[in-house]
């Protein structure tokens, strides 16, 4: 997530940000992934029903480019478009300059989504 976040550090978690209502575009995540202590701080760019597709690390929802401005480096990603589910939603960190081989991202469920980070 650099440079929005760094490695190692302390993060809040509103544990009740989604309770009424799920994630918006644009929201920074925490994902529950294998067991209770292994999390993910995401950014949330593709919302439910939404068709996501990465081109030139550009990256599209429904075939209008999205802007970014807090991806600072972007190499050129290229991800098949993929239809989200009803709970899903598609995550990816900020830190888009290395290859996409060596990055997380992709749908995520709603149930792994554990809230909204405070800071």
Same mark, same amino acid.
């Given at each position: ?5 760094? /490695? ?11 309770? #009424?209502?799920?994630? $918006?575009?644009?929201?920074?995540? #925490?994902? %529950?992934?294998?067991? /209770? ?8 760019? $593709?919302?439910?029903? !939404? %068709?996501?597709?990465?081109? &030139?690390? &550009?990256? &599209? ?5 999205? #802007? !970014? ?5 972007? %190499? ?7 239809? +989200? $589910? &009803? ?5 990816? $960190?900020?830190?888009?300059?290395? #290859? ?11 149930? %792994?989504? +554990? ?5």
């Amino acid at each position: 997530m650099l440079p929005t976040y760094g /490695p190692g550090e302390l993060h809040l978690v509103n544990l009740m940000a989604y309770r #009424a209502s799920g994630p $918006g575009r644009g929201d920074v995540v #925490a994902i %529950r992934m294998a067991g /209770p202590h292994v999390v993910y701080v995401k950014r949330v760019i $593709g919302l439910p029903g !939404e %068709r996501v597709s990465v081109s &030139q690390g &550009q990256v &599209q929802i429904n075939g209008t480019t999205l #802007a !970014e401005p807090y991806v600072r480096n972007r %190499r050129p990603w290229d991800v098949p478009e993929v239809t +989200l $589910g &009803q709970h899903e939603y598609f995550v990816i $960190g900020d830190n888009r300059g290395m #290859a996409a081989g060596e990055h997380d991202f992709g749908r995520a469920e709603i149930d %792994r989504i +554990l809230g909204r980070i405070l800071y």
